[in-house]
């Protein structure tokens, strides 16, 4: 009996954070389809489709979108490629230094982003890069990297050694034993570290904000601060339509390489036996 309750307890516990996170997610649904769309979470008075006809211009979303593409695409590539050069040496060869080095990096992911922000603004208009997508991108792939690394080098650590040997072997050398060998068999791991990276990006609104200057180079994340005007007057049904296109290129991203997720080491077990 005691069981009983117990097990009912922790089924309501998660039943109430399910509902913390579902609700948000309903309004949006429901708002972007609501006439009159308010902060309350209700069935919509009728169905409209004003809302994304009305953001449906290039200046609200398409331009914005294509921004955000651009910084979040090249600055995950980025971290991606230099996140793999980094943690293979980490992973595969033996030093007193590997760790302090780790710990390093792991200690760089916990400094808050506005604390940074002031030298690195004063860096990058001495080296012009304000108001600049490369710098953008530079300043995104700096900070996911540390991360990336550890994320990278876990993984990595799962890829028998055996393998690139065979390869060294018969003449191949380290960048293409970790090009050829290693990253092909850590799909899962690299799916993961392109998607956090990624989303991480996608939301990003400070750095855009200080970084950028031109309105027709901000990202999505920016510009959806236009439907929030003076006198706290929001376009709540503008804002959630917008919403609901925004988040579909991550949406897209993680059903495009879920499988990538699902899988294993493919050929993790060729050296056994």
Not at 30 to 56: C, M, N, Q
Not at 107 to 131: G, H
Not at 235 to 244: D, E, H, M, R
Not at 247 to 260: E, F, G, H, K, M
Request: glycine content about 6%.
């Amino acid at each position: 009996m005691a069981r009983a309750r117990r097990r009912l307890a922790a089924d309501a516990g998660l039943l109430l954070f399910a509902a913390a996170f579902a609700l948000p997610l309903a309004w949006v649904v429901l708002s972007a389809f609501d006439p009159r769309a308010d902060l309350k979470v209700k069935a919509p008075d009728g169905l409209t489709l004003e809302h994304f006809d009305a953001i449906w211009t290039d200046d609200i979303t398409f331009t914005p979108l294509l921004n955000s593409l651009l910084l979040c695409g090249g600055a995950t590539a980025l971290t991606v490629a230099c996140a793999a050069v980094a943690a293979y040496p980490l992973s595969r060869f033996r030093s007193r230094l590997n760790r302090p080095f780790l710990l390093t990096i792991l200690f760089a992911t916990s400094l808050p982003v506005t604390a940074v922000m002031v030298p690195v603004y004063a860096l990058y208009v001495r080296v012009d890069l304000i108001d600049t997508r490369y710098g953008v991108i530079l300043f995104f792939a700096a900070s996911q990297l540390p991360f990336a690394i550890w994320l990278m080098k876990n993984f990595m650590d799962g890829v028998p050694k055996e393998l690139e040997e065979a390869a060294w072997t018969d003449g191949a050398s380290a960048a293409q034993s970790l090009t050829r060998i290693v990253l092909p068999l850590m799909g899962p791991g690299v799916a993961v570290v392109t998607v956090f990276s990624f989303v991480m990006m996608w939301g990003n609104f400070f750095v855009p904000f200080m970084l950028l200057l031109t309105p027709d180079q901000m990202p999505a994340s920016v510009s959806i601060n236009e439907f929030f005007g003076n006198r706290g007057m929001v376009a709540y049904g503008q804002l959630a339509a917008f919403s609901i296109v925004y988040s579909t290129p991550v949406i897209l991203l993680y059903v495009l390489i879920a499988r990538r997720l699902g899988g294993g080491f493919a050929l993790g077990g060729a050296v056994k036996g």
